[in-house]
Structures are given as C-alpha cells and as structure tokens.
C-alpha cells in the first residue's frame, strides 16, 4: 500500500502562483508514473498533468498548458506541480495519484490507470 499525502494548497489571486508537492511512502515510489488531478465542485475529475518515473516525459492537460508544470524530485520521494498565471477556473481540489504498474519512462493521462491516491489539497483562485 502506497500512502500519497498531498499540500501546498490555498488561496491565490488570480495571476498568481502556488506550488504543490506530493510525497509519496512506498521506497518504491521512484518507480511510479505521477499524476495530478483536480476536481471542481460538480464536475468530474479530471487531469491536470502526469509525469514518468524518470522525470523525462511529462504531459499536460490543454487547459495548463504553459502556465504549469510538473516535476519530480526521486530523492526525496516528492512530486510537484507548480503553477502560475492561475485563473479562477483552476479552483479545484487537486489530488495526486500514482500508478503502480512499473513502465518505464511513460505516464497515463487515464484515470482508470491510477491505483493510490492522495486525500486532496484545495486551491482556490479568487481576488
């Protein structure tokens, strides 16, 4: 069982920037695909960004694209989305998920390929 817990979360004006971290239990996290989620209140969750496990491939969600960017730091087992120029739109509960099954430097943008999840950091874009 991996444990995920996620933060970095809070209030920014829009235009502004947060950045998130993600940090995983597993000594075997290094081996993980990361993704980033978010959802807004009555929609459904949805992507934000996804990483390999060797940091080398990354992919974005359209709506970031530009403004966030994801990393990893395999050392200290953490992950992290830095986001700027953030828009009221990116209001949301960000969640961060690993998926277990070991391909190397590939990451999915699906959901249903993401077996542990974080319990969620809130992001609120507001002035």
């Known amino acids: 069982q991996v444990q995920l817990v996620e933060s970095g979360g809070g209030l920014a004006q829009p235009g502004g920037s947060l950045r998130l971290s993600c940090t995983g239990s597993a000594s075997t996290f290094y081996l993980y695909a990361i993704a980033w989620f978010r959802q807004a209140p009555g929609k459904e969750r949805e992507v934000v960004a996804c990483?390999?496990?060797?940091?080398?491939?990354?992919k974005y969600a359209e709506s970031v694209e530009g403004r966030f960017t994801i990393s990893r730091d395999k050392a200290k087992h953490m992950v992290y989305l830095h986001m700027n120029s953030l828009e009221p739109e990116d209001t949301a509960v960000y969640y961060c998920?690993?998926?277990?099954?070991?391909?190397?430097?590939?990451?999915?943008?699906?959901?249903?390929?993401?077996?542990?999840w974080g319990q969620g950091t809130q992001v609120t874009v507001s002035s």
């Open positions: 998920a690993a998926d277990r099954s070991y391909r190397p430097d590939y990451c999915s943008q699906s959901r249903r390929t993401y077996t542990y």
């Open positions: 990483i390999g496990n060797s940091g080398a491939i990354t």
